[in-house]
Nanobody
Framework: QVALVESGGGSVQAGGSLRLSCAAS????????MGWFRQAPGKEREYVAA????????YYSDSVKGRFTISRDNTKTTVYLQMNSLKPEDTAVYYC??????????????????????WGQGTQVTVSS
């Protein structure tokens, strides 16, 4: 079992920045591929970014590439999402998630919601124009 708690959300104006954190507890955090997803009202949950267990591999969706950076600190059992140049369309609830044990030790970053087994409660990000 892994418990995930996100923090760092809030309201910013377009062009601003936020840094989301996701603190993990439970099983060995460093084993898990970690992902960030987001869900806007009336839309499906969207894959935003992911990072492999040691941080060697990262993925970004086209919508955030060049603006968001995912990182992790395994000593602090925390994964981060630095979000710069925020746009109103980035407004959503942001969730961090831990991928299935199938992906332990892998550099492959699974994109589907069903590939992730543990989820945080989400943190709201609102970007005004």
């Amino acid at each position: 079992q892994v418990a995930l708690v996100e923090s760092g959300g809030g309201s910013v104006q377009a062009g601003g920045s936020l840094r989301l954190s996701c603190a993990a507890s439970g099983r060995t955090f460093s084993d898990y591929t970690m992902g960030w997803f987001r869900q806007a009202p009336g839309k499906e949950r969207e894959y935003v970014a992911a990072i492999s267990w040691r941080g060697a591999s990262t993925y970004y969706s086209d919508s955030v590439k060049g603006r968001f950076t995912i990182s992790r600190d395994n000593t602090k059992t925390t994964v981060y999402l630095q979000m710069n140049s925020l746009k109103p369309e980035d407004t959503a609830v942001y969730y961090c998630a831990a991928a299935r044990e199938t992906y332990f030790g892998s550099s492959y970053l699974p994109p589907a919601v069903n590939d992730y087994v543990y989820w945080g409660q989400g943190t709201q990000v609102t970007v005004s124009s």
